[in-house]
């Protein structure tokens, strides 16, 4: 800790989650209760994970929280924004993921966290009817009045820092559209003109956030920051940004199953994905607009893993379809299956089928609070622009383009991207060495 260059994490961060639905409940309960001692973190790396150190004789295995500064649980204050008024006790009620034993001992808590009115565009997410929307006339003063909610928010609950992660609705797919989205300038004055096809209301909030000095972590698969204008803006405003939608469910799974196919070389003559939910989500994605940016993020997994290019004897032209079908029974319990057809010595075909029965929201919350615990971390150690170590928490990994990287998908390079992030923030040594 003593190496580390890291500006340190005093006083309060404002988490300040755009969507109050089963996510963003899910995250803040599973904080409040565990700052109680009444619920365990499980699946967060900044809570659980051990990243070994030094080499040899030196070798010593340390939390994150032991290596870089990290902000304690006690010190987040969260905000939020939403179309529905529910407070977040009431919706962590609605959402139904959480059972009332794990939820009352917070309510108090839950009940003062109130959504301020939401920046919304119908046109967006038809699915939804809420009323408790900003009734401003352009982009723009979409974007003057967020940074208002977030200066007030900031001074009223005497915030040092402020964090904004987006768990709200997938959007329709907002392709790129270089005469907007190419320049800072381009993009502003679209604001202006109030262009509402190529600006999303997310970019608004991405932007106020930036405009604020607040890293923005995109938890869905809204294109909002793949755009080089957001790329300058956070180079502008000197802050972190990161790829997109959570990694949780068949993806992670993905991610980490497609390097067993890989790493020993077998071949791959399809994958078809297909999901069951129940959830608001499932019924936002069951809208092909919005099923359509969930299915670009989805599928570019798999092709930066088993790539043509490398093994053409193995990866060219498989079939990859992945399917997610509204089914409200099931409410956040989602299943997942993949059939996976590969094809082993002398091109003699085999199966492969996974059928993971999982909680969306259960797995969604630990990535929440990594995100924003080393969005933060990242901002205060003066780091500016897409973060790559953050890829191992997102289903479309983002690299900067300028600098020709690429995006790494396979699971566990990502999570040797981010142990040496940590590692060289805490002013270790980055190193490959196996563990
Ligand atoms: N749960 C997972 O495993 C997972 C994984 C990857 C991505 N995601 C994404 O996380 C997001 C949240 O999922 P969820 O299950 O909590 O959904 P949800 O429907 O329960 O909650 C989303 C909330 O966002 C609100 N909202 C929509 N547009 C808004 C706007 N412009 N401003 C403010 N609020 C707005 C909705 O009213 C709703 O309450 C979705 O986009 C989903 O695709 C979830």
Not at 79 to 102: H, I, M, Q, R, S
Not at 320 to 328: E, F, L, Q
Not at 350 to 369: E, G, H, T, Y
Request: glycine letters at 6%; aromatic letters at 10%; a negative charge.
């Amino acid at each position: 800790m003593t190496k580390s260059n890291v500006k340190p994490a005093t006083s309060k961060l404002g988490v300040m989650v755009v969507g109050c639905g089963a996510v963003s409940t899910t995250f803040m309960t599973g904080v409040l209760m565990a700052r109680k001692g009444l619920a365990k973190p499980v699946g967060a790396m900044t809570q659980y994970d051990k990243i070994r150190v030094g080499k040899g004789d030196d070798k010593k295995y340390l939390s994150y929280g032991e290596i870089v500064p990290l902000t304690d649980l006690n010190d987040i204050v969260f905000g939020t924004w939403d179309v529905y008024p529910a407070n977040a006790f009431e919706a962590a009620v609605n959402a139904d993921v959480l059972k009332a034993k794990d939820i009352l001992p917070v309510q108090d808590e839950l009940e003062k966290i109130v959504p301020m009115t939401a920046c919304f565009d119908k046109d967006f997410a038809a699915r939804l009817d809420g009323t408790h929307v900003k009734d401003c006339k352009t982009r723009w003063e979409m974007v003057e009045a967020l940074r208002n909610d977030i200066k007030e928010f900031k001074a009223i609950n005497n915030c040092e820092r402020i964090v904004m992660l987006w768990a709200a609705s997938t959007e329709v797919y907002v392709p790129i559209n270089m005469a907007v989205h190419d320049t800072l300038e381009h993009l502003e004055a679209a604001m202006k003109a109030n262009d509402t096809k190529n600006i999303a209301p997310s970019m608004c909030y991405a932007y106020a956030a930036l405009a604020e000095g607040a890293p923005f972590i995109m938890g869905a698969p809204n294109t909002t920051v793949d755009i080089p204008a957001m790329w300058e803006m956070a180079e502008k405003t000197q802050m972190p940004i990161c790829g997109k939608d959570f990694k949780t469910g068949q993806t992670l799974v993905k991610s980490g199953f497609a390097p067993i196919i890989g790493t020993r070389c077998l071949g791959l003559n399809g994958w078809f994905s297909t999901n069951i939910l129940g959830n608001r989500d499932g019924l936002v994605l069951d809208e092909p607009a919005n099923f359509r940016t969930k299915e670009v993020s989805k599928l570019s997994t798999l092709e930066s893993i088993l790539m043509a290019e490398k093994q053409p004897d193995l990866y060219t032209d498989y079939y990859h379809k992945v399917r997610i079908n509204y089914y409200p029974p099931r409410n956040d319990e989602k299943e997942a299956w993949d059939n996976i057809d590969i094809f082993g010595w002398m091109g003699y075909p085999m199966q492969i089928k996974i059928n993971f029965l999982c909680r969306d929201s259960i797995l969604a919350a630990p990535v929440c609070l990594d995100l924003v615990l080393l969005s933060d971390l990242a901002a205060r150690a003066g780091k500016v622009g897409t973060q790559r170590f953050l890829s191992f928490f997102l289903k479309s990994p983002m690299h900067d383009y300028t600098k020709g990287e690429v995006p790494v998908n396979h699971l566990y390079q990502q999570y040797t991207i981010l142990k040496n992030a940590i590692r060289e923030m805490g002013g270790y040594e980055a190193d490959e060495e196996l563990d």
